[in-house]
């Protein structure tokens, strides 16, 4: 093996061994995970806390909510979450007033927080196109589009 042969194995250690070394940033994890008493939610505090990288857990027990910040992964957070036996997802929700209006009524949850509705990926009102042949006639644009003069 020459020095080019080294250098290479060399490099090529040092690169993958970076490959598997994902450096954690720091964020905020939100869940909604089902708790009915103090025991249901020390328990999830415990487990959350132990993990590593995470600064403070957070719960609100009226919203289901559960808010842990630090260096951790959102998908980590999720399965020790779920490991305590409660039902838990990632907070399914968004401020009322972030959400598209008309505000499309299948949406809407029940169940959610006041002032929150559940998210929806693709949103009915979005994907409805309407194709009325009189709002065509007129253009706040082109003035001079107007076909009834």
């Known amino acids: 093996m020459g020095v080019s ?5 060399i490099s090529e250690k040092m690169s993958s061994s ?3 070394k994902k ?15 103090d025991g249901c939610e020390l328990k999830v505090r415990n487990a959350l806390s132990s993990l590593s990288g995470v600064k403070s857990v957070e719960i609100n027990r009226k919203q289901q909510k559960v808010t842990v910040t630090g260096y951790v992964d959102q998908a980590k957070v999720l ?4 490991s305590t036996g409660k039902k838990a997802e990632i907070w399914p929700y968004v401020p009322y007033n972030l959400v598209a209006q008309p505000y ?5 949850d029940k169940k959610a927080p006041p002032g929150f509705v559940r998210k929806v990926e693709n949103p009915a009102v979005a994907s409805v196109k309407f194709d009325d042949p009189y709002m065509a006639m007129f253009s706040d644009d082109n003035p001079n589009a107007c076909s009834l003069m």
Do not use: I, S
Request: net charge positive; proline share 3%.
């Open 5 to 9: 042969g080294t250098l290479e194995y």
């Open 104 to 108: 499309a009524p299948q949406a809407y």
């Open 79 to 82: 399965k020790k979450a779920k």
């Open 18 to 20: 970076h490959k598997h």
């Open 23 to 37: 450096k954690k940033q720091f964020q905020t994890v939100n869940l909604k995970v089902r708790m009915d008493c």
